[in-house]
């Protein structure tokens, strides 16, 4: 870049001129520019091969669907229920009739029980009926090669308990939860049989849930 020098200037002045500050500083940044230009260029290469190479390791890895039908989940909840239990001599509460409500949710199971509440002993209950809706998550053990249910969490009871003391409601409650800890979590919906697989069942990891209107279906990978 060469400055405009005024007609009539001496040669000194003109010297002073191409030697001023101005153009010094521009000297020096665009040789650090250019300097600084290619390791640019290379980090953003080695970024762009870093991301690639592990968008290749995590979409390249290979994966079994195992696919758990409706048909067998419902069996497998038919074999549980009905169930019963008792609450301090004052009330029966049963839980039966389950029904598997599919495509609710796409990463959980959601079950329908129907309650029934009945008087025991000494207590003055009046005969109730209800329904509870609950959710569970799906896991896998490796080690057995098991689909077991887990993270049990009742989403809503609706059971008429007006009639009866706070301390009563909350413990008839309590004792739907313990039932549903006994029968639902932990219990096995699909066991994979050694063998089955090319793959060696202990290095398998649950990828991906997908519940559908026909089942289960699980991605998993290695």
């Known amino acids: 870049m060469i400055l405009p020098v005024k007609p009539g200037t001496t040669r000194m002045a003109r010297n002073l001129h191409l030697n001023s500050p101005v153009i010094d500083r521009y000297h020096v940044t665009g040789s650090a520019t250019m300097k600084n230009l290619p390791s640019a260029i290379l980090y953003a290469l080695l970024t762009s091969l870093v991301l690639l190479g592990m968008l290749l390791f995590f979409c390249g890895k290979p994966s079994i669907e195992v696919k758990i039908p409706a048909a067998e989940v419902r069996r497998d909840l038919q074999k549980k229920f009905p169930e019963t239990r008792t609450y301090a001599a004052i009330a029966q509460v049963t839980l039966q009739n389950p029904t598997l409500l599919l495509a609710r949710r796409k990463d959980k199971l959601t079950?329908?029980?129907?309650?029934?509440?009945?008087?025991?002993?000494?207590?003055?209950?009046?005969?109730?009926?209800?329904?509870?809706?609950?959710?569970?998550?799906?896991?896998?053990?490796?080690?057995?090669?098991t689909f077991y249910l887990e993270n049990t969490?009742?989403?809503?009871?609706?059971?008429?308990?007006?009639?009866?003391?706070?301390?009563?409601?909350?413990?008839?409650?309590?004792?739907?939860?313990?039932?549903?800890?006994?029968?639902?979590?932990?219990?096995?919906?699909?066991?994979?049989?050694?063998?089955?697989?090319?793959?060696?069942?202990?290095?398998?990891?649950?990828?991906?849930?997908?519940?559908?209107?026909?089942?289960?279906?699980?991605?998993?990978?290695?």
């Not at 329908?112 to 509440?117: I, R, T």
């Not at 979590?185 to 202990?202: D, Q």
């Open 111 to 145: 079950i329908g029980l129907e309650v029934v509440l009945s008087p025991r002993g000494l207590g003055a209950v009046e005969v109730e009926k209800g329904r509870i809706v609950f959710t569970s998550g799906l896991a896998f053990d490796p080690s057995k090669g």
């Open 153 to 222: 969490n009742v989403d809503s009871i609706v059971l008429d308990l007006s009639q009866l003391d706070t301390r009563v409601q909350r413990g008839i409650k309590e004792v739907i939860r313990i039932i549903l800890g006994e029968n639902i979590e932990g219990s096995v919906v699909r066991r994979l049989e050694p063998g089955s697989l090319r793959t060696p069942i202990a290095k398998l990891f649950i990828r991906k849930v997908n519940i559908r209107e026909e089942g289960i279906v699980v991605t998993l990978g290695f």
